[in-house]
């Protein structure tokens, strides 16, 4: 299957730090969508993008589909502790299925 | 409140034994899915299904079965075929109609086999 890379792995963040991550991927995509996911919990749809160069915000998140058609960013402005958790992206797969990156685990600063 | 379900949340099971995961949903939507977690990578789609009484392995389908019996349900059971069946796994459904890429996904249940 196409190759779908996430970065950073991991990251940590004190309160009021803006976040960004990406994901690349080697095959061009019709969408984007972004997750995130609680300990323990199912992953909750954030921002779902469907056409190249389109940028969309949800509340501090905004995410941008690349006008390559191959990568995508999410951006968390002015972080809280709530923002703690798994954020995957993620692709439409030929059978209505999705298909994931490996996520960016976001952690508090100790 | 419209949603989906699943049950248990935790689940214990001894090698040898199938075991059976519940997922329903109340969205009206056509397609379901099943996706396995394991710790730092992503979702892997197990098994999936866009009608009643229809469904289609995924990438991951070995050891696991499902059924669509009725809309609303989409159980999956792991059998002991599974050689490393302790994960997350995690439920999921759809339209069909648009943008059925948007998936919701229910809180998940964990396996551990002893």
């Known amino acids: 299957g196409q190759q779908l890379n996430q970065s950073p792995q991991s990251m940590f963040i004190q309160e009021g730090e803006d976040v960004s991550m990406n994901c690349t991927s080697s095959s061009i995509f019709n969408t984007w969508l972004w997750y995130k996911q609680d300990p323990g919990e199912g992953p909750v749809l954030l921002i779902a993008?469907?056409?190249?160069?389109e940028l969309t915000s949800n509340g501090r998140l905004t995410a941008q589909f690349g006008i390559t058609r191959k990568d995508s960013f999410l951006n968390i402005s002015a972080s809280i502790p709530s923002d703690v958790g798994i954020y995957f992206c993620g692709y439409g797969g030929s059978q209505g299925n999705l298909i994931f990156g490996k996520g960016t685990k976001l952690s508090v600063k100790p | 409140d419209g949603g989906i379900t699943q049950s248990p949340k935790y689940l214990f099971r001894k090698e040898g034994q199938n075991v059976t995961l519940s997922c329903e949903q109340n969205l009206n939507h056509d397609a379901m899915y099943w996706y396995r977690q394991d710790p730092g990578q992503g979702l892997r789609l197990i098994y999936y299904s866009q009608i009643v009484n229809d469904f289609q392995k995924g990438d991951i389908a070995e050891g696991y079965s499902v059924s669509r019996e009725k809309k609303e349900s989409f159980p999956l059971t792991v059998t002991s075929a599974q050689k490393n069946p302790t994960a997350f796994y995690l439920c999921?459904?759809?339209?069909?109609?648009?943008?059925?890429?948007?998936?919701?996904f229910g809180p998940g249940t964990r396996l551990t086999v002893l």
């Open positions: 999921a459904s759809s339209r069909l109609a648009g943008p059925y890429n948007e998936q919701f």
């Open positions: 993008l469907y056409k190249a160069g």
